[in-house]
């Protein structure tokens, strides 16, 4: 992380956190034992989840429908077995179904307490102190978090103007242990080919972990490659495509000698029966998958069109939300705007990148509605 960003990541925890920092003086005695890590990093800050009032909520990319209706079947009929009972530490269930679904066998598959559940336990597993993770600019900020826990230090590899990867992210470094990649990307919502992905792994020191939080809204994905090359570990999520974000359910695909280590590593039960049962269900209903994705395709497009009729510039995107971005207009007070009109979107500043607004796409009713706003405001 540069000078820039620890910078901006501090001045934003102190606002957000000055209430818990007030009690959290140095002179308090137990805060002498807390690792330094610790007390010097900013820790990360999820995009905002209002408990109360109602929003039109295109934040941070959740999807707009319901699950399909085999879920809430199945968590019900989870909750009729009870309770009582610690859960299925490996989740045999899911890891079956979700085996054949991709052609391998179910020890090929590791279940999380969420996607970010497996970026933490895959980095926990790879990076000790002192060592390096790289990822790209701008990228899913969780990674750099995850270093910091351990430790570590964090290597930004900036995309290029039209969001490819150079060379130097497969470049040897000192001390390189992993490298993250979210393909799709967020913010950008841009795709990386799976060829060409396979070329950074092959050239990279260390393994590469895929991050497809957003893929079934892509054209392609790289898990024919974790076949191929076992530096490479693909990780997906139930929380966006299958619209469970509330249930905490993800998973990694990687060749069996990889999963062996990395369950060593995660809590014994990451993932509960509730969500065991739901995800399972949720797999298994592939056409579900199929028809809501295809909808939200249908709705990116439109959305896409209309913010490049309004004069902001907007990347072509491959996941559940778009990246628009102005040559000349501020865009927080427009966030601010559509805040207090009870449209929330994610406004996102990157250091020597620029900012945006990260907008997930909604039904088409909230697309509607957002567009309404936003048209006298452009
Ligand atoms: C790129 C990327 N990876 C992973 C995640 C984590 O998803 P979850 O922990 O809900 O599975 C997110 C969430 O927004 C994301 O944007």
Redesign the pocket.
Known sequence: MNKEDCLRRMRVALRVFAPLRLCAKKSEPTMQYFRPEIEAMAGYIP?EQPQAGKFIKLN??ENPYPPSPAVGRAIAAAVERGLGRYPDPLATAFRSRAAELFGVSPDWILC?N??????TIVTRAFVGPGEKVRFPRP??I?YGTLAELQGATSEQVPFAADWSLSDAFAAPAAGLKLAML?NP??PSGTLIEPSRILELAERLPCPLLV?E??VDFAHTHCIELVKRSEKIMV?R????SYAL?GL???FLVAQPHLIEQLVKVKDSYNCDALAIAGATAAIDDQRWLAETCGKIIATRQRLFEELRSLGLDVVSSEANFVWATHPSKPLRPIYEQLKSQRVLVRYMDYAGWGDGLRISVGTIEQIDALLTLLKPMM
């Open positions: 995009g941070t990319n999380g969420g996607s970010d559940d497996i970026l990228s899913y969780l979210p990307n967020s991050d939080a957003y990780s999520t139930l929380s966006k974000a905490r359910f993800g």
